[in-house]
């Protein structure tokens, strides 16, 4: 007779301690649903005073069967019982709120908390809540409030700061968490070495690494690839390649960050090379590393390499092509004017072609002139961006078709797809300064105009002509120039140059690939100035030096 049947012929009879007992052995049997229902039908049936053990076993039962309708009517219970102040009872609660996102009854939860508890573990999950939603704001408005925070509490703010893309609040952070008193511990280090790379805070990212060697933290195999990618995301490779080389025994993800970073910087032979190495070490290499190999090779036009390591990864390794492999490999073929070859393996693929591969296609129709492919390229992308739209208005005006040009745009604007507006950004005393085309925003903008007047003066005397066919719209030619003049980049290097002396190295960032007369802008700039100038953008390094640049004008 099941215990169910029991109570219902035998009310009134059942004592709480062996109540628990009974629905402790239905939760142990694996039965959550049958411990729910054992609950209900002693609170029906029996005398049955539920204490705090009983609401555990409850609260567990829930989670493993991931009822929240069972969880909301024993929070509804616990309220009338005065039980929401024991902390067996109100973390649990808490994370299955958490868990089927539902924080708005999480917070109607957490906030009275605050007036009993000071313990930061329920502030953590609330964090981790709103975190896993990208909620950052949220988050924040919970750490602030939060009356301890401890090193979880910081940390999930700092990776959550990186993972949506909000690098300078998670340097602030960072710096916060410093000051507070705390030690960053690894996973500390390991988050805002990622914001510094991708915001290119090679500043910020120095002190970091010093503050590293001076707290001692063990630098495994995960800090030490975030080093070698910070520092050379920053512009400086040669120190991503020393902490690589200072590494006794190396871990595959080490040495495909290398790969990538030296891959990123258009050191083709040096990737081989490495690559060589990685081998005769006896590291195994993952499908992750011949996505760097076959990036460098697109990068420095190592065709030939590029089909050897594709058909490696397969009769070697072992390794099924994915998407990402397919996608590196067509860029590589459309890059080098291979274009009915890399359409071919497109049609060929095992998987399905993504709007990247597409566009790295669309890309080389456009610096091929490559109109009916590139008609046919568009088509084929299910999720039209504004870069593949201004990619094929590029191919109609760069061959005088307005009208076509001018039809790409109206059929953008139809569909309502925003155009992501360039982003330059230069990194300068430990703060960073962000420009778009035309700004004026920048208190010093006079000064930053005077100077960059000036530079293109300079320019033009020396040979520079404006790549005035790079302009999308059927305009004069002095309003072309007009329009090329003030890009982004252009006013980053202004600014710096303003604001450093002589010989001092230029670091600019772009949020989008770099344009052609920006490029043979700055090869002259370099020249005139005798200065470094590296540029990153959306693809890769630029290091222009004496007039030319380290990409050969492969890119």
Same mark, same amino acid.
């Given at each position: 007779?099941?215990?169910?049947?029991?109570?219902k012929?035998h009310p009134?009879?059942?004592i709480?301690?062996?109540?628990n007992?009974?629905?402790?052995?239905s939760?142990e049997?694996?039965s959550?649903?049958?411990?729910?229902?054992?609950?209900?039908t002693?609170r029906?049936?029996?005398t049955?005073?539920? &204490?705090?053990?009983?609401?555990? +076993?409850? %609260?567990?039962?829930?989670? #493993?069967?991931?009822d929240?309708?069972a969880t909301? !009517? @024993?929070?509804?219970?616990?309220?009338?019982v005065?039980l929401?102040?024991?902390?067996?009872?109100?973390?649990p609660?808490?994370?299955?709120?958490?868990?089927?996102d539902?924080?708005?009854?999480?917070?109607?939860?957490?906030?009275?908390m605050?007036?009993?508890?000071? &313990?930061?573990?329920?502030?953590? +999950?609330? %964090?981790?809540?709103?975190? #896993?939603?990208g909620?950052?704001?949220?988050?924040? !408005? @919970?750490?602030?409030?939060?009356?301890?925070?401890?090193?979880?509490?910081?940390?999930?703010?700092?990776?959550?700061?990186?993972?949506?893309?909000?690098?300078?609040?998670?340097?602030?952070?960072?710096?916060?968490?410093?000051n507070?008193?705390?030690?960053?511990?690894?996973?500390?280090?390991?988050?805002? +070495?990622?914001?510094?790379a991708r915001?290119g805070?090679?500043?910020?990212?120095?002190w970091?690494?010093?503050?590293m060697?001076?707290?001692?933290?063990?630098k495994?195999h995960?800090?030490?690839?975030?080093l070698?990618?910070?520092?050379?995301?920053?512009?400086?490779?040669?120190?991503?390649?020393?902490?690589?080389?200072?590494?006794?025994?190396?871990?595959?993800?080490?040495?495909?960050?290398m790969i990538?970073?030296?891959?990123?910087?258009?050191?083709?032979?040096d990737v081989?090379?490495?690559?060589?190495?990685?081998?005769?070490?006896?590291?195994?290499?993952d499908?992750?590393?011949f996505?760097?190999?076959?990036?460098a090779?697109s990068?420095?036009?190592?065709?030939?390499e590029?089909r050897?390591?594709?058909?490696?990864?397969?009769?070697?390794?072992?390794?099924t092509?994915?998407v990402?492999h397919?996608?590196?490999?067509?860029?590589t073929?459309?890059?080098?004017?291979?274009?009915?070859e890399?359409y071919?393996l497109?049609?060929?693929?095992?998987?399905?072609?993504d709007?990247?591969?597409?566009?790295?296609?669309l890309?080389?129709?456009?610096?091929y002139?490559q109109?009916?492919?590139?008609?046919?390229?568009?088509?084929?992308?299910?999720?039209?961006?504004?870069?593949?739209?201004a990619?094929?208005?590029?191919?109609?005006?760069?061959?005088?078709?307005w009208?076509?040009?001018?039809?790409?745009?109206k059929?953008?604007?139809k569909?309502?797809?925003?155009?992501?507006?360039?982003?330059?950004w230069?990194?300068?005393?430990?703060?960073?300064?962000?420009?778009k085309?035309?700004?004026?925003s920048?208190?010093d903008?006079?000064?930053?105009?005077r100077?960059?007047?000036?530079?293109l003066k300079?320019?033009?005397a020396e040979g520079y002509?404006?790549?005035?066919e790079?302009?999308?719209?059927d305009?004069?030619?002095?309003?072309?120039?007009?329009?090329?003049?003030?890009?982004?980049e252009?006013?980053?290097v202004a600014?710096?140059?303003l604001?450093?002396?002589?010989?001092?190295?230029?670091l600019v960032?772009?949020?989008?690939?770099a344009?052609g007369?920006?490029?043979?802008w700055?090869?002259?700039?370099?020249?005139l100035?005798?200065?470094?100038i590296?540029?990153?953008?959306?693809?890769?390094f630029?290091?222009?030096?004496?007039?030319?640049?380290?990409?050969?004008?492969?890119?």
């Amino acid at each position: 007779m099941s215990y169910t049947s029991c109570l219902k012929k035998h009310p009134m009879r059942l004592i709480f301690p062996y109540a628990n007992s009974i629905l402790r052995a239905s939760l142990e049997k694996g039965s959550p649903q049958k411990l729910l229902m054992d609950y209900s039908t002693m609170r029906h049936f029996t005398t049955f005073c539920p &204490d705090y053990r009983t609401y555990v +076993l409850l %609260l567990r039962a829930c989670s #493993k069967c991931s009822d929240i309708y069972a969880t909301m !009517q @024993i929070h509804s219970h616990l309220t009338k019982v005065g039980l929401l102040r024991n902390q067996d009872i109100i973390a649990p609660l808490l994370r299955l709120y958490i868990d089927h996102d539902r924080m708005m009854e999480a917070c109607e939860l957490y906030w009275p908390m605050l007036e009993w508890s000071t &313990d930061p573990f329920h502030g953590n +999950l609330m %964090l981790m809540g709103f975190l #896993k939603e990208g909620q950052l704001d949220k988050a924040y !408005q @919970i750490f602030k409030r939060m009356p301890v925070k401890d090193l979880v509490s910081w940390n999930s703010m700092i990776a959550g700061a990186v993972r949506t893309s909000h690098l300078k609040d998670a340097m602030n952070l960072f710096s916060r968490l410093v000051n507070s008193g705390l030690v960053p511990d690894g996973f500390s280090f390991s988050s805002v +070495l990622s914001a510094c790379a991708r915001a290119g805070a090679r500043c910020y990212g120095v002190w970091v690494h010093q503050l590293m060697d001076e707290v001692g933290v063990d630098k495994n195999h995960l800090l030490i690839s975030a080093l070698v990618d910070m520092y050379a995301k920053c512009g400086r490779i040669a120190v991503s390649v020393e902490i690589f080389n200072s590494v006794k025994r190396k871990h595959l993800s080490t040495w495909n960050t290398m790969i990538r970073s030296l891959a990123g910087h258009g050191l083709g032979s040096d990737v081989v090379m490495l690559f060589r190495r990685m081998e005769l070490s006896g590291v195994v290499p993952d499908g992750v590393t011949f996505v760097a190999l076959l990036t460098a090779c697109s990068h420095c036009g190592m065709v030939e390499e590029a089909r050897q390591y594709f058909e490696t990864m397969t009769s070697k390794y072992s390794i099924t092509p994915k998407v990402e492999h397919y996608g590196a490999m067509v860029d590589t073929l459309s890059r080098a004017g291979l274009l009915d070859e890399a359409y071919n393996l497109v049609m060929s693929m095992a998987v399905k072609p993504d709007a990247v591969i597409w566009r790295a296609l669309l890309s080389a129709c456009r610096r091929y002139h490559q109109t009916k492919l590139g008609d046919v390229t568009i088509e084929q992308i299910a999720c039209q961006g504004s870069g593949d739209y201004a990619l094929l208005s590029n191919i109609y005006s760069s061959i005088n078709r307005w009208d076509d040009s001018e039809e790409v745009w109206k059929e953008m604007k139809k569909k309502k797809v925003r155009k992501i507006k360039g982003l330059s950004w230069v990194e300068l005393g430990g703060s960073t300064r962000e420009f778009k085309a035309g700004d004026r925003s920048h208190p010093d903008s006079d000064d930053i105009y005077r100077v960059l007047h000036g530079l293109l003066k300079k320019a033009k005397a020396e040979g520079y002509t404006p790549s005035t066919e790079l302009v999308t719209k059927d305009v004069s030619q002095e309003e072309r120039e007009e329009n090329l003049s003030f890009h982004s980049e252009k006013l980053a290097v202004a600014y710096s140059v303003l604001k450093t002396g002589p010989g001092t190295e230029i670091l600019v960032s772009k949020n989008l690939q770099a344009c052609g007369d920006c490029h043979e802008w700055m090869k002259i700039i370099s020249k005139l100035l005798c200065r470094v100038i590296i540029m990153r953008d959306r693809v890769r390094f630029h290091r222009f030096e004496s007039g030319c640049c380290s990409c050969k004008d492969y890119w």
